[in-house]
């Protein structure tokens, strides 16, 4: 009976392992086989079914918006850094720190809006089809966290406010 | 040459020789004991405690050919799925690279 437990045991780690070894060899052959680093739109490519013409029209726009959303991200961050500044020690918002939270909420509207039309403009160089679900994905990816941090704090989360 | 034999003498010895076998008197259920015994001595043997799979599947595993092909399916059906799970996460990875670029965590 031991001799028996004992090879039934064995060939079960052994499948185990070859299994497992298998799986993992499997699966990081595969991801990085198709991993590019050196490009960030290989997953506009595959994902959209983009042709050449599409991919150097996009890629254009894309090189483009670059700069102008590092811009505005630097900005974003000096602005951020004067409102920390503003709240350092505070025990109260004080108007100024409030007028810093009021222009950092302008220039990330702004950005977004910015951001959106660039959304726009790469959905127009694909195929109707591929535009519309292009531009619902991104809107999905980029503003559905808002989405779901305001139903979070909405009473139909669960999450009521009382008032007293 | 055969010469059939007639003569009434050796008929007569014949009867009386039949006449005394004897014939042993069987226990009851004879010919169906005989029968389980054999089958009980055909069948593999039994062992206590009900483990007799256990040594059926270890004979089973030692096995060469069913070894190597056990581990076949295990290796192929493991690089297959892991194939595709590494695919999905290439996928993942290829995504959220070109949201980093585009969409920065500050606008999200």
Known sequence: MNRSLVIVLAALVLG????????FAGQRACRMTLANPADDLVWLRTEFHLSDAEMTRIRELHEG????CAEMCARIAAKKAELEAALNGATNVSPEAAQKLAEVAALRAQC????????????????????????????????GFHEQTEQSMSGTAGHEHHHQ | MKSENTNPEDARLAALLRESRVAPILPPRFQESVWRRIEEAGAPAKTDGGIGWLEALAALVLRPRFALA??????????????????????????ARYLAAVAPNSLR
């Open chain 1, 16 to 23: 185990v392992a070859l299994f497992g070894g298998s799986y």
């Open chain 1, 65 to 68: 918006y670059r700069p102008r």
């Open chain 1, 112 to 143: 977004q809006a910015q951001m959106l039309q660039h959304f726009t403009e790469v959905s127009r160089t694909m195929s109707p089809e591929q535009g519309r679900r292009y531009l619902a994905e991104m809107q999905r990816l980029t503003l």
């Open chain 2, 70 to 95: 056990a581990a076949a399916v295990l290796i192929v059906t493991g690089a297959l799925l892991g194939a595709r799970e590494g695919g999905q996460m290439a996928k993942q990875d290829a995504q």
